[in-house]
């Protein structure tokens, strides 16, 4: 079956660098997604990854392992508005997304 | 507007009525898609509109009735929910659906109650 993997909620600190991981087992593969989601928001994207190693967009960085079946999501200098939950999604075969149930970052002062 | 708008909002409906969800994009794609996000659980993946024609349907109860009139437009007609359907659903649209790396473009949802 298909299966995404991503804990459920982490806690870190302003100003620190956290680290969410993700692992999958999709039907095909076409690329991992992250996407970020307020509460009582819209998901919202953040990184596409379909080749191994780390890609890096300002404070944001995701990684990919096709071999391994992972990914992460690496936030560095933590702002209170990056508690959000984390969505991680593998694009599968047919290129639909098969998604994780998200991690709940919380940033505590 | 910009991006992908969603009405009503919020919605609570007894089990016998019937209510449609709209969903428009304003953004040029040619996919439209309907999730259902429960709390603590993935997000569902409902019906896919690739060009106007319906490309999923992921095993969908019939209460629940996706339109799609033209690529910009997407309804969801509900018709005798179930309270276990109270959830969130998101509208998402995308260039094209079937193709690698294509990012979905979320509307901010409707919170539906059944009671």
């Known amino acids: 079956g298909q299966n995404i993997d991503q804990p459920t909620e982490m806690t870190a600190t302003e100003g620190a660098i956290v680290q969410i991981n993700c692992t999958y087992q999709?039907?095909?593969?076409?690329?991992l997604f992250w996407y970020q989601q307020h509460a009582g928001e819209a998901p919202t994207f953040l990184s596409y990854n379909v080749l191994d190693g780390l890609e890096e967009k300002g404070r944001f960085s995701s990684f990919l392992s096709r071999s391994k079946g992972y990914s992460y999501l690496l936030l560095k200098e933590l702002q209170m508005k990056d508690s959000a939950s984390y969505l991680c999604?593998?694009?599968?075969?047919?290129?639909?997304?098969?998604w994780g149930a998200g991690t709940k970052l919380i940033i505590k002062p | 507007e910009t991006g992908v708008t969603q009405t009503p909002r919020h919605l609570v409906m007894g089990m016998t009525n019937k209510k449609s969800l709209k969903c428009e994009q304003h953004l040029g794609h040619n996919a439209m898609y309907w999730y259902k996000q429960s709390a603590k659980k993935p997000l569902e993946l409902m019906f896919v509109?690739?060009?106007?024609?319906?490309?999923e349907n992921n095993s969908v109860p019939s209460r629940f009735s996706p339109e799609c009139p033209n690529s910009s437009h997407l309804f969801l007609h509900l018709h005798t929910l179930q309270p276990e359907d109270s959830a969130l659903y998101l509208c998402?649209?995308?260039?094209?659906?079937?193709?690698?790396?294509?990012?979905?473009?979320f509307g901010p949802g409707t919170r539906l109650t059944v009671l």
């Open positions: 999604a593998s694009m599968d075969s047919n290129y639909q997304l098969i």
């Open positions: 509109y690739n060009f106007k024609e319906q490309t």
């Open positions: 998402a649209s995308s260039q094209e659906s079937g193709s690698g790396g294509d990012e979905q473009f």
């Open positions: 999709t039907s095909g593969f076409n690329g």
